[in-house]
């Protein structure tokens, strides 16, 4: 099992990708379009075309895992749509309400106690 921690980096993809990716196809895209090294343990997050599931991918240090959260009815309510940007950097907090399909943008938050470099 993979806990989401407050220091962990989470790198998402703005652009959708093809689902029929699995692991190596994923970590090529990392390499590829975000630019990232998929075995530096930041956790990869990725959204299908009709944008009704996600695919995280992470490497532990002996293996990769991958994740995925497929919705029964409707779709992502938000994405990044940053036309010159491959990737964002994201805080835990906003994943996981990506997670349950939230706004990570709407959300009002306590200020971080101390800057957490992204």
């Not at 989401?4 to 090529?28: N, Q, S, W, Y």
């Not at 930041?42 to 994740?67: C, E, H, P, S």
């Not at 399909?101 to 800057?115: F, Y």
Request: hydrophobic share 45%.
């Amino acid at each position: 099992m993979i806990q989401l921690t407050p220091h962990m980096r989470i790198i998402l993809a703005v652009e959708p990708a093809d689902f029929r990716k699995g692991i190596d196809g994923l970590a090529r895209l990392c390499r590829s379009v975000l630019e990232s090294d998929p075995f530096s343990g930041y956790l990869f997050v990725f959204i299908n075309k009709r944008k009704t599931a996600i695919k995280m991918l992470v490497y532990d240090g002996q293996g990769f895992w991958l994740f995925q959260k497929r919705l029964s009815n409707g779709r992502f309510k938000w994405w990044p749509n940053k036309k010159d940007k491959n990737s964002i950097s994201m805080l835990v907090y906003e994943l996981q309400l990506l997670i349950w399909n939230g706004d990570p943008e709407s959300v009002k938050t306590a200020p971080l106690w101390k800057k957490i470099p992204v």
